[in-house]
């Protein structure tokens, strides 16, 4: 893009990409500020303004400008399910976004007439009832109308999952199906399964009877991941830690972003995680990846992170919040042995962790270690998810040397919370601002993709507001966290949660060419516009991965999407709605809702003695005699 006042001189070292007038938050305390920004050989070299870059264009520099638009760094989600997703990404049809159930219905029905034989059409999470008008799930009833022959799976979150009279059928579920452990198939009076599966609690039987449908092969793997990526990339993500999960078997399902990263293809740097998929042999497991390879073994593209979010099945509790919190059986002496593992080996950790009770229950283990000189040894772990960590665990995590992640995950089941827990329970559901107080590195991220979006802004907007995609508020503003600091959660903490905190997560000289220029200012557009972000130039180590609106073309191009009946192809990933604004009559609702939900607070801090058992009254002299 020619730009006047910038005229190529530079016959030295000029840089790669230079991003000119740019409100640039730079996330470094030094020059918090900046209009311009030059990168050469993927790294920054200059952060100023123009007077400071122009001695860096050269003739063959690439030049854009931010057309005034606020440039931030690139986002890092500290955990998310990237390798899995980009495996089955064009496999699925995304109600990311969807506003109304009519709409996912249609898109259903459209999507089962275009998938062959043998194909299953599955929504598989990035959704929740509670953002569609509706407010309900979809029935059995309405997806076999929808498609009567093609297999149809659709998960709702950790809870459930919805299937046609196809997809029971290729799932082989008959009357004589037993109820597997921790999981129910709900049957009809003759004790024929009805076609809905419930996670009581574990939600295994959702992604058992998912791991039947077909998958992808050969090079549509990459291709899937590719575009996978390019989509995070949309969203200004540049980074994220591949939180592994079940059914991500090591080193199988790694393979494509090996290959990837090989062929210089990744457009988002990924730290990865190793779990143990085979219950009765996770010490055994780690202990034969200990011998193949090292946390920080890699690049700046491609890196191993350490084990987890799972150590051991038995240790691992489930966030169903429509059910109660489940008691786990002893594991302490197996966990231990994998603890003890790590440590000593110098490998870094994550846990699952939902509930106190396990957490409590994992630091004494931790402590007992401690004794031995394992805690605090320098190994990078953390907690992830702690909905309901108490103030006494955040206190023992850091006197260990641990480290939280959070994620939105009651952005989208926050109704099932507040329902099952309270209002005030949910308020520090997780407590983050408690987290921050004490000093932890809080990471944030979404948990996508099979409960949360991978859109950021979505979590960045439940970080700011404490508001679910339902409208409903869940954390009051003791609890919640300003603009700033939540978007240091998406970069600095995540950069510092992989070992790259000097290297990555601000933009400053010497640092990674990471960042996005923004559809909208983070910092100053209203509250429920943060949801509605988008980036419209993402670079990555001066690499221009993603470009919208003025910039578009200027990105790498792709191979299509295949194969060529792939939801992605036809519809797309999120389905980015523009905001509308509130109705009078929502508004008064949502207010109304605020009110009730303050008395309920109110009731709450009283009955623990923090606030008056009664209801102060006020004097109005409008009112007097």
């Given amino acids: 893009m020619p730009v ?28 918090p500020k900046a209009e311009s920004i030059a990168i050469r050989d993927g790294v920054i070299v200059v952060v100023g303004d123009d007077k400071d870059v122009a001695a860096h264009v050269g003739p063959a520099t690439k030049v854009v400008d931010a057309l005034g638009r606020r440039m931030i760094p690139g986002l890092n989600d500290s955990h998310l399910h990237v390798i899995r997703g980009g495996l089955n990404y064009v496999l699925e049809l995304r109600w990311d976004g969807v506003p109304t159930l009519r709409q996912g219905l249609a898109m259903l029905r459209e999507q089962a007439a275009r998938t062959p034989k043998g194909q299953w059409v599955r929504v598989v999470g990035g959704w929740s009832a509670e953002q569609f008008a509706e407010r309900r799930l979809p029935t ?21 999952a919805v299937l046609n009279r196809a997809a029971l059928k290729a799932a082989g579920y008959t009357r004589d199906t037993p109820d597997p452990k921790g999981g129910q198939i709900v049957r009809s009076r003759d004790g024929e399964p009805t076609g809905m599966l419930l996670a009581a609690p574990s939600a295994l039987i959702l992604y058992s009877t998912l791991a039947k449908a077909p998958v992808l092969e050969g090079e549509d793997k990459k291709t899937s991941t590719r ?21 991500q078997n090591f080193p199988d399902n790694y393979s494509t972003v090996v290959e990837l990263a090989k062929a210089g293809q990744l457009s988002l740097r990924i730290a990865y995680h190793l779990f143990p998929q085979t219950a009765g042999q996770e010490v055994e497991d780690l202990a034969r990846w200990i011998e193949m390879a090292r946390p920080e073994d890699g ?12 150590l051991t099945w038995a240790a691992a509790d489930f966030e169903n ?4 919190r489940p008691e786990l059986a002893d594991y302490e002496s197996e966990f231990e042995k994998a603890v003890r593992l790590l440590m000593e080996n110098g490998w870094g950790f994550r846990l699952h962790a939902t509930y106190d009770e396990t957490i409590r229950r994992d630091l004494a283990v931790f402590e007992k270690l401690a004794a031995d000189g394992l805690f605090p040894a320098g190994n990078r772990w953390l ?6 960590v108490s103030a006494d665990s955040l206190d023992r995590v850091a006197a260990l040397g641990g480290a939280m992640s959070v994620q939105n995950r009651l952005s989208f089941q926050g109704e099932a919370f507040v329902s099952r827990y309270g209002p005030g329970a949910a308020a520090d559901a997780p407590p983050i601002r408690a987290m921050l107080e004490r000093g932890l590195t809080v990471g944030a991220g979404t948990d996508a993709t099979r409960v949360s979006t991978y859109n950021p802004w979505i979590a960045l907007h439940w970080l700011v507001t404490g508001r679910t995609v339902g409208d409903l508020i869940v954390r009051p503003p003791h609890n919640r966290v300003d603009r700033q600091t939540a978007l240091a959660m998406f970069t600095e903490a995540g950069a510092s949660l992989t070992g790259e905190e000097s290297v990555k997560g601000v933009l400053r000289p010497g640092f ?20 509605h972000i988008e980036s419209l130039l993402t670079v990555v180590g001066g690499r221009i991965v993603y470009a919208a609106a003025e910039y578009e073309g200027l990105d790498e191009q792709l191979p299509p999407v295949s194969p060529q009946w792939s939801p992605v192809a036809h ?43 009664t209801e102060s009254t006020f004097f109005d002299p409008c009112f007097s005699l």
């Fill in 227 to 247: 575009h996978f990526l390019r989509e995070l990339n949309r969203f200004g993500l540049t980074s994220a830690i591949d939180a592994a999960g079940g059914f």
């Fill in 299 to 310: 690049d700046e593209w491609l890196r191993l992170n350490g084990a987890g979010e799972n």
């Fill in 4 to 31: 006047g006042g910038l005229v190529p001189s530079a016959t030295d070292n000029p840089a790669d990409l230079v991003v000119r007038n740019a409100k640039i938050h730079t996330g470094d305390p030094g020059r």
């Fill in 383 to 388: 907690f992830d998810h702690a909905e309901t």
């Fill in 140 to 160: 059995v009833a309405e997806l076999n109308a929808a498609a009567p022959d093609t297999p149809v799976f659709v998960l709702h979150l950790y809870q459930s």
């Fill in 321 to 324: 919040f429509n059910q109660p």
């Fill in 571 to 613: 519809f797309g990933g999120y389905q980015a709605t523009p905001s509308t604004g509130l109705s009078g009559a929502r508004q008064a609702e949502l207010l109304g809702q605020a009110a009730a939900e303050s008395e309920q607070h109110r009731q709450w801090r009283a009955s623990r003695g923090l606030a008056p058992e």
């Fill in 512 to 531: 990674l060419g990471d960042f996005a220029v923004l559809s909208e200012d983070y910092f100053t557009v209203p509250e429920p516009e943060i949801a």
